[in-house]
């Protein structure tokens, strides 16, 4: 059996996909990783028995065209896609082609976030080529029963036919990696707590709410704020911070390809988003044993948190609620082992596994 991961754009490799590949290569399978740029972040974690395939440059065109070459020559029976975008592509492809491979979708984050904001004929358009797509899939995976629940409402598909299969985000050596060097002053013994925050600077992170709860903490106790991501609001948050007075106890250091160590030093991580899927980096502190705060938002978070038995949960957009929750877990954190054992189900082996039998189903005659 061969899977293929396709990924046509230049960058935006998921750690979860590098850590089910390797996953999935451990099960015995052929796994063949696609990328649009071998620059792309994550992919030195890739195995050695897991291939890499690209076409390192050219248009949209010139992938999809390679894409056919691969179906042609390789006839995989397995392709399996983490965007929409890929999913299309695989699909009219794979009739191009007229090969038989099985498409399995992935979808990361709920749809009906995605498609919100929009104008009506935008959306309309959308939500069409969304649901025309999915309906044609042969199999769609959920990461979370509130993503599940969601592409079922939106596409009309039975969720009975939408299993659910947890982000394989933590590895055997998740441990490892956090204890790596990182030295900063924010981090010597007896320095106030470090409030992380993980994600690209962009509006679904709602890193501004944050820094505003982050205001209000450092108000009332010393503190201070790492956001570790690269994006378009970078200036915007620097100047929300001057301008609430804490730009000296906030730094943004940009992408980092190893967040673990601050994760694991971090006196608590915060997850900010206005809307996720199964929030990665959640999941990663928790496992790391690092006490967590989240929004109540769709979807992820309620269910890792396991009703805010975990961790509180704050409505999003809230500052003051976020703030008065940070405090709270900075006073009173959660025992590091019950927060480990709460994140047991989204290990490599675990989900991995699941997905190998979800696609031995899908591929029988």
Not at 136 to 146: F, M, Y
Not at 326 to 334: C, F, Q
Request: aromatic letters at 6%.
């Amino acid at each position: 059996m061969v899977i293929f991961m396709p990924s046509f754009g230049d960058g935006g490799v998921e750690r979860m996909l590098v850590n089910l590949a390797g996953g999935l290569a451990d099960q015995g399978l052929q796994v063949d990783f696609w990328v649009g740029s071998t620059a792309a972040p994550f992919l030195g974690r890739l195995p050695r028995q897991v291939r890499l395939v690209s076409p390192e440059s050219g248009s949209g065109l010139w992938r999809a065209f390679t894409f056919w070459r691969y179906l042609r020559s390789e006839r995989p029976d397995v392709v399996l896609t983490a965007k929409d975008s890929a999913l299309r592509t695989a699909l009219r492809v794979r009739r191009l082609a007229g090969v038989q491979c099985r498409v399995v979708a992935r979808p990361g984050t709920t749809l009906s976030a995605r498609l919100a904001g929009r104008s009506p004929l935008t959306r309309l358009r959308a939500l069409a080529g969304v649901r025309r797509s999915y309906r044609k899939a042969d199999l769609i995976v959920a990461n979370s029963r509130g993503v599940a629940e969601d592409v079922a409402r939106v596409t009309g598909i039975d969720p009975q036919r939408i299993p659910v299969v947890r982000n394989p985000v933590v590895t055997p050596d998740l441990r490892r990696l956090s204890e790596m060097p990182l030295e900063h002053p924010w981090l010597a013994p007896g320095a106030p707590p470090v409030i992380l925050g993980v994600g690209g600077l962009r509006r679904q992170k709602d890193f501004p709410t944050l820094l505003q709860a982050f205001a209000e903490v450092r108000a009332r106790r010393p503190c201070h704020l790492v956001i570790l991501g690269q994006g378009r609001l970078a200036e915007r948050l620097r100047a929300q911070s001057y301008a609430l007075g804490v730009a000296q106890d906030m730094e943004l250091p940009g992408f980092v390809e190893n967040p673990y160590p601050w994760l694991w030093r971090a006196g608590v991580f915060v997850l900010s988003s206005r809307w996720e899927g199964s929030p990665n980096v959640l999941t990663e502190a928790m496992a790391l044993g690092t006490p967590v705060v989240a929004t109540d938002c769709p979807s992820g978070p309620r269910e890792i948190l396991g009703d805010g038995r975990y961790g509180p949960l704050v409505p999003v957009g809230d500052p003051e609620a976020m703030a008065n929750a940070i405090i709270g877990v900075l006073e009173r954190p959660l025992d590091r082992d019950a927060l480990r054992e709460a994140v047991r189900e989204y290990t490599v082996e675990r989900c991995a596994t699941r997905y190998l039998e979800l696609l031995r189903l899908t591929v029988r005659p």
